[in-house]
């Protein structure tokens, strides 16, 4: 059965201030998605990785992927206040199927 | 394109009694899959329905059932409401990926359920 850890699971960050968010998973896939959660709203896609080695950037956030460490990283650069929100892994499995981390909750303190 | 699109936003129920929830999918999507959000949690995956059957199912009791028609919609029912199926209901909307691995899935607003 495939399962998918996060962590940390609460990031407390100082505006300004860089960091990171770990995605492993343990069996193999090839698909990783990173989606970002407002209270109450819905998943709101932020990456689609589709291969090994695979980089993408949006703004201040960077996320990677390694298939062969089974990781992914989402890393924050110079955090500001609009980025406080819930952060979703998901590992895509065969047919469609997401199997979700628990989710990091970011809150940045002015 | 309207995306995907879910109803009621919002839904309050009383233990013991059903519920149906509905999903349109994003226009030329084939595949639904409905998730369980409950608070505090990651999605956990219910199941998916193509060519208006279930194709995969994830650890829900049978309370749990869908329907899909012919123009790709679906429902989620479920029966015998219990507390702990309180929760936010999210709809995914992809493409069938045909054999390979899977396609990027696009979710709706969710519906929030509340069972009193």
């Known amino acids: 059965e495939l399962k998918v850890e996060q962590n940390p699971l609460f990031l407390s960050m100082q505006e300004g201030k860089n960091y990171t968010i770990y995605c492993n998973y343990s069996?193999?896939?090839?698909?990783l998605y990173w989606y970002r959660q407002d209270p109450g709203k819905s998943l709101e896609s932020l990456f689609v990785?589709?291969?090994?080695?695979a980089v993408k950037q949006e703004g201040r956030l960077m996320a990677s992927l390694d298939t062969k460490a089974r990781l992914s990283t989402l890393h924050i650069t110079a955090a500001v206040h609009d980025l406080s929100a819930t952060y979703f892994c998901a590992v895509g499995y065969y047919g469609n199927k997401l199997v979700f981390g628990a989710g990091t909750i970011l809150r940045v303190k002015s | 394109d309207a995306g995907v699109t879910q109803s009621p936003t919002h839904l309050i129920k009383t233990r013991g009694q059903q519920v149906t929830l509905r999903c349109s999918p994003k226009?030329?999507?084939?595949?639904v899959s409905w998730y369980q959000q409950a608070l505090g949690q990651g999605p956990q995956f219910i199941f998916q329905y193509y060519e208006e059957e279930e194709r995969q199912r994830g650890n829900f009791p049978d309370r749990f059932s869908g329907h899909q028609f012919p123009n790709y919609s679906s429902e989620l029912n479920v029966n015998a409401l219990l507390l702990g199926d309180s929760a936010l209901y999210l709809c995914a909307s992809s493409l069938d990926p045909g054999g390979g691995w899977d396609t990027e899935a696009f979710f709706g607003q969710g519906t929030r359920l509340t069972v009193v």
């Open positions: 069996t193999t896939s090839d698909r």
């Open positions: 990785l589709l291969s090994n080695g």
């Open positions: 226009s030329g999507h084939d595949t």
